[in-house]
């Protein structure tokens, strides 16, 4: 603590002191003139510096006695991230009131551990919730789908068939808002879910569009793969990069022109250190002033309110898990042309974490 600061804490004690050492001088020229006796100026003097000198004292004294308690607050404050560990290492405390302080910091240090573990018990809870629903939610899933399959086997009449293909339509929207719950809640536990492999962007590339070709098949768009190589190594963890990579195709089959014959470009560049991913579609695009935001959670944009289904978390959750996984992404749109999104893998990325 600046001795300037302590001094003007100490205002009032040395108001106080200049008071009654004026109070005392009057006092003794009182007597002293009705006594009949002369007013020795040096004796006024002498008491004037010895009460000075009695002030000064006192507040080096208590000066010292404060300076490492006062210090310990000045460099707490200047901590980036304080904590209430740093006032149980305080030392101990000089005086009543410091005393009251530090009991009451404890008592709030205890009760905010208190409500803290109360927080993380219910989040831990919640988290399990969400968990064992989606899981039981996909075994309805997987039923639907095999009645659906015994369902084309078994009828043959169109307007059943139509019926059939609304309800795998929507059994597959269904499945993907499950697939985005559980990939958000497993991220609040990423760190515990994450494994470093080498991983074949190409293969797994290839793995999502096979996955999909129902997907293409229906809108008539078709998947076209721009590269020479036929492998192409990055560190990531496979499970992870392969739903932020599934979300972004469905997307671009999403958002494409359905039944125009157009293709979704998936375009392989290596760089010295790093490697590219481009994927491209020919859709609708996005409006300039909604590109900026659709990684932000739960924009849909101007495209969302076109497709009712769009929960604003596809993207959030793809950038987020590229984020913790070392890489990076980017996106570019012009309306009515298209839209480019961009990974970026610097070798070795994940690895190296």
């Not at 009705?34 to 003097?45: D, L």
């Amino acid at each position: 603590m600046k001795l300037k600061s302590f001094i003007i804490d100490r205002l009032y004690f040395i108001f106080y002191t200049v008071l009654l050492v004026s109070l005392l001088i009057i006092a003794y020229s009182l007597a002293v003139l009705e006594a009949g006796n002369h007013i020795s100026i040096s004796n006024i003097i002498y008491l004037i510096i010895l009460a000075l000198f009695m002030m000064i004292l006192f507040l080096a004294a208590d000066y010292i006695r404060h300076y490492r308690f006062l210090n310990q607050l000045a460099r707490m404050k200047q901590e980036p991230s304080l904590s209430f560990e740093y006032v149980e290492a305080f030392r101990d405390p000089l005086s009543n009131e410091q005393k009251l302080w530090m009991e009451l910091f404890q008592q709030m240090n205890q009760e905010t551990i208190g409500q803290l573990q109360e927080q993380v018990k219910q989040k831990e809870q919640y988290e399990l919730l969400i968990h064992q629903w989606v899981h039981q939610m996909k075994t309805p899933v997987s039923v639907i789908s095999l009645l659906i399959q015994e369902g084309r086997r078994t009828f043959s009449n169109e307007p059943m068939k139509d019926y059939l293909k609304e309800i795998e339509e929507e059994n597959d929207r269904f499945r993907r808002g499950l697939e985005i719950i559980l990939h958000g809640a497993r991220l609040q536990r990423f760190s515990e879910d994450v494994k470093s492999e080498r991983v074949d962007l190409i293969n797994l590339v290839k793995q999502v569009i096979n996955e999909e070709k129902k997907q293409f098949i229906k809108r008539f768009i078709y998947p076209r793969l721009e590269t020479e190589l036929e492998n192409l190594y990055v560190h990531s963890d496979r499970k992870w990069l392969h739903f932020a990579i599934s979300q972004v195709i469905f997307n671009a089959l999403k958002y494409s022109r359905q039944e125009e014959h157009d293709s979704i470009t998936f375009n392989f560049v290596e760089k010295e250190s790093e490697i590219f991913l481009r994927i491209t579609d020919q859709g609708i695009g996005i409006a300039p002033h909604d590109v900026k935001r659709v990684f932000d959670p739960f924009f849909t944009g101007e495209n969302g309110r076109v497709q009712q289904e769009s929960t604003g978390m596809g993207l959030y959750l793809v950038k987020e898990i590229v984020k913790r996984l070392g890489h990076g992404v980017t996106i570019q749109s012009t309306v009515s042309e298209g839209t480019t999104v961009e990974f970026l893998f610097k070798i070795n990325t994940l690895h190296e974490r």
